[in-house]
C-alpha cells in the first residue's frame, strides 16, 4: 500500500503562482508514474501532468489548459513529486489530486492510477 500526502494548496491572485508537494510512501518511488489531477466543483476531475522516468523511457505529459504554466517534477531521494503552477488563472481553482501508478501507465487516463492522495485545495482569485 502507498500512501500519498499532498501539501502547499491555498488561496492566490490570478497571475501568481503556487507549489503543491506530493509526499509517497513507496519504497520503489522511482518505478512509479506521478500524476496529477483536478476536479473543480461540479465538474468531473481532469487531468493536469504526469511523469514516468525509469525504463524503457521517460515520459511526461501535460494536459493542453496548463502546458507553458505548470511543470512537474520529482525528487526520487525524498519521494516526492512536486507541481509548480505559474501565470495562475481562475479556472485552476480545484482540488488537486496527486496519483501514483505502477510502471509506464497510460498516465492522462484516473483509472490507470493505483494510488490517489487526499488533495489539496487551490483556490486562485480574480
Known amino acids: 500500500q502507498v500512501q500519498l500526502v499532498e501539501s502547499g494548496g491555498g488561496l492566490v491572485q490570478a497571475g501568481g503562482s503556487l507549489g503543491l508537494s506530493c509526499a509517497a510512501s513507496?519504497?520503489?518511488?522511482?518505478?512509479?508514474?506521478m500524476g496529477w489531477f483536478r476536479q473543480a466543483p461540479g465538474k468531473e476531475r481532469e487531468f493536469v501532468c504526469s511523469?514516468?522516468?525509469?525504463?524503457?523511457?521517460?515520459?511526461?505529459s501535460y494536459a493542453d489548459s496548463v502546458k507553458g504554466r505548470f511543470t512537474i517534477s520529482r525528487d526520487n531521494a525524498k519521494n516526492t513529486v512536486y507541481l509548480q503552477m505559474n501565470s495562475l488563472k481562475p479556472e485552476d481553482t480545484a482540488v488537486y489530486y496527486c496519483?501514483?501508478?505502477?510502471?509506464?501507465?497510460?498516465?492522462?487516463?484516473?483509472?490507470?492510477?493505483?494510488?490517489w492522495g487526499q488533495g489539496t485545495q487551490v483556490t486562485v482569485s480574480s
Open positions: 496519483a501514483a501508478g505502477r510502471g509506464l501507465i497510460s498516465s492522462m487516463n484516473a483509472g490507470a492510477y493505483d494510488y
Open positions: 513507496a519504497r520503489t518511488f522511482s518505478t512509479y508514474t
Open positions: 511523469q514516468y522516468i525509469g525504463w524503457p523511457s521517460a515520459a511526461t
